[in-house]
């Protein structure tokens, strides 16, 4: 029986093959599983107002974040990062002029209640992240959380930054 060696190539040194696959495999695993980089459509222009109590948020990523400004008349300004594949947040009115529907209405609703259509299942812990400038009154902010009863979040948080006592 003939017996079979190692050829000289590598005998001096080990094979790395295996290893840079392994590697590879690892890199691609973290890059899958990290959210690096991930835009929660928060619009940083907006000066948050400062509290002194409040909890931080474990898990923003069943949220929707909605930036509210003033806007023309009593209506306020809503935009959000709606479509997951957007890469800038698009603006929701509480109630089109011309044909009064009403999208941020219809988003909430298919957010939280699901859309077959568009393969989304119901969510009934969906969450709300508003963020609204500080100096804004809350003539402006009332019908958004007066949306967000209709559409039946049951949780609504609001972005503020750390103040001190």
Known sequence: MKRRHIP???????N???LIDVV???????????KIGVKTGADASITIPASILGNELKDPGNALTLNVRQGPGDQPMVT??????????????????????????????RLRDGDPKANLAP????????RADKEMGYRYLEPVLITCME?????????TSKGVQ
């Not at 812990?125 to 508003?130: H, P």
């Open 16 to 18: 790395v093959t295996p």
């Open 8 to 14: 000289e190539s590598h005998a001096t040194h080990p």
């Open 151 to 159: 559409a039946k979040v049951k949780n609504v948080n609001f972005n």
């Open 24 to 34: 590879m495999c690892l890199i691609i695993f973290f890059m899958l599983v990290a």
């Open 80 to 109: 959000a990062l709606v479509e997951s594949t957007a890469s800038e947040p698009q603006e929701l009115h509480l109630i089109e002029p011309g044909t009064n529907r009403r999208p941020l209405l219809e988003v909430l609703r």
């Open 123 to 130: 969510n009934p812990d969906f969450k709300v992240i508003i």
